[in-house]
Structures are given as C-alpha cells and as structure tokens.
C-alpha cells in the first residue's frame, strides 16, 4: 500500500510515542479514522488527532499505559470513546460506534491490512468494518456517507462482501441505502457493486412492508443521529431502539450522550 507523508514533526512525535507505549504494553490496536482513510483512498483530511480502534477489554490497559507515561487518559463516553492527551495533541481510542454498535472485535484484528505510517508498519482498520462503523453517522453536522461511498469505489473489488453484509445483519437496509447514493453518485462505476448482492437487497426491501410490532412503535434513527430522531422519542411516542437490545449503551450512557448534545 502506498505510504504518505506525515503532517509536521510534533504531531508525529506524539503518535509515534502513543504507539510505542502501547506496543510496551502489549495492547493491540489498529489504526482508523482519516489515516485509514488516506491509505484506502488517498484523500487527505488532516488533523491533529489518531483513531485508535481496540477491543472493549483493552481499554483500561491502554488508559493506564498512557497515564504512566504522564499523558492524560480517560474515558469521554463510557460506552464508545476514551481519549489520550499531551499538549495540544490527542488521540481517540475507540471500542463502538456512538450509537453502542459496531463493537471492535476479534474479526477486526483478523481482516485487517498491512500498511506503512510514521514510516514504521502499521495495521489499518479492514475497509469493511470502517463502512459498518461510518455508515450510521447521519448526525446533522457531521456525515460519513461519502466516505463510505469513497471506500466503495476504491475497495469495492476486493471487499468481502459477505462479511459486511453479516456486519450489518438486520440493519441491511441501511447498507442498501448506501449503495443506491453510491449508483447517484458514481453513475458510471454502479457495476463495482455486485449484483447479485444489490439485487437480492432490492428484492428482500420491495417484499418487506411495515413491520407489525405489539405495543410501543419503534423508531431506530436514533442509531443513525443521536439529536435529530429526539421528537419522535421525546414527543411521537417511538420507543428508541437504543433502549430496545440493539445497542450496548445502559440507561445511564444514553442519557449522558443525549445530554452532551448541543442543543443550539
């Protein structure tokens, strides 16, 4: 894969050293976010923090590695999100998504890729669980949605398509609106999708109807943004299907990610 050059020296001093520490620790993780991104895409996004993807269990490891070493670390959100600091830099260690899915697991670490950055190798996030992650961010100040139809045109071909379709399991439909953005998006490249999988998708979304449901109806685009499906929970009467079993947050963790929203 193609290595790019790094950003200035003392952004690359802090990660390197990040690195170093947790590969004291024996602490796996694999490098995500825009880095990820550039070496999938080449867009370059640059900023002044790294996305570190890591199982749940190793999270407090990591956290008190980085506080021996005179960093600053703790948890930002308990169910998805720690954070490391050292001056003006930092990074992200994340275990889910914000919605409480998408949890970094062994699959993981096993599909990864093989890459070069820092100009030492490194190991990127597979391209298939960075479009499971990204695609629910619909949040209205931030949308992930060209990413993940920039990580189709360039990985399309090689993507194990039965995986990610299993990633996403009874939440297909939201890969399926992805992939029909992608064909109005890149009118000429809809052939990298395979068609058996676009088609099998049309077809299981024209056969399903409204789902009968006893008791609360259930609004799940509260997996998708964490603000903007809020009336129809707080005043519609849907049940969140965060609360429901589909999402890892407890009571607790979505009222403190509800209450983190800025409302203006």
């Known amino acids: 894969m193609q ?10 001093e802090f990660y390197c050293s990040a690195l170093d520490i947790l590969e004291q620790a024996s602490v796996d ?16 996004r640059y900023t002044k923090d790294l996305d570190l993807m890591m199982r749940p269990a190793d999270v407090d490891r990591a956290l008190e590695a980085f506080r021996k070493a005179g960093f600053r670390a703790d948890y930002a959100f308990s169910h998805w999100l720690a954070k490391a600091h050292r001056g003006e830099y930092f990074l992200d260690i994340i275990y889910r998504a914000g919605n409480g899915l998408c949890e970094v697991d062994d699959l993981w670490f096993q599909h990864a890729r093989d890459t070069e950055i820092f100009e030492r190798p490194l190991r990127i996030c597979p391209p298939e669980e960075m479009i499971w992650q990204k695609a629910y961010i619909m949040e209205r100040e931030r949308y992930d949605g060209a ?3 920039h990580l189709l ?3 399309a071909p090689e993507m194990d398509w039965p995986r990610l379709l299993a990633r996403f399991g009874e939440d297909w439909r939201v890969l399926l609106g992805h992939m029909v953005l992608f064909g109005f998006v890149y009118p000429g490249e809809r052939h990298l999708i395979p068609e058996h999988i676009f088609s099998a998708l049309l077809k299981r979304a024209g056969a399903e109807r409204s789902v009968s449901l006893n008791g609360t109806p259930i609004c799940q685009g ?7 499906y809020l009336p129809d929970v707080e005043r519609w009467g ?3 299907a965060r609360t429901k079993g589909r999402s890892a947050m407890t009571d607790k963790e979505l ?3 509800t209450n983190a929203i800025d409302r203006e």
């Open 222 to 228: 509260t997996l998708l943004s964490r603000a903007q």
């Open 238 to 240: 849907f049940g969140d």
């Open 255 to 257: 009222e403190e990610w």
């Open 153 to 155: 045109r360039c990985c």
């Open 147 to 149: 990413d993940v139809a």
């Open 29 to 44: 993780y694999l490098i995500g976010g825009a880095f990820a991104l550039r070496t999938y895409t080449g867009i370059e």
């Open 3 to 12: 290595v790019f050059p790094m950003q200035d020296a003392q952004s690359t």
